[in-house]
């Protein structure tokens, strides 16, 4: 499955697994109790993708634009997760407009993530 993932998130450091490109990882866990974690996990063959991977937090927002081919078998569900621990996200405080990302061309005033599927083979 080809997938494309755009918004305005803010900063996680992940432990463990393996970074691929900017931004996203696959596999690990998160380093920092305080940030949000945006992932989307398949049930099989299993496995976590983190998409807003960086080496450091801090009260900062960024535009991500991922376009991945991802393993899925037949009948694998797919799991799409934000999550906000400390339920105190960082606004898009920079006016970040995601291209082709509704309200563009207005920003969006807190973090978002669109999923497109763009293919399934």
Request: proline share 10%; net charge negative.
């Amino acid at each position: 499955m080809t997938v494309r993932l755009r918004g305005v998130v803010e900063p996680e450091t992940y432990r463990g697994g393996t970074p691929d490109g900017m931004h996203f990882r696959v596999g690990g866990t998160p380093d920092n109790a305080t940030y949000n974690v945006y992932s989307f996990s398949v049930s099989d063959p299993p496995e976590v993708y983190y998409l807003n991977d960086s080496p450091t937090v801090g009260h900062d927002v960024f535009i991500i634009d991922h376009t991945k081919t991802i393993p899925v078998r037949g009948g694998a569900t797919v799991s799409f997760k934000g999550d906000d621990p400390n339920r105190v996200m960082i606004a898009n405080f920079k006016h970040l407009v995601v291209d082709g990302v509704p309200p563009a061309p207005a920003p969006f005033v807190g973090q978002f993530i669109q999923l497109d599927v763009q293919s399934v083979e």
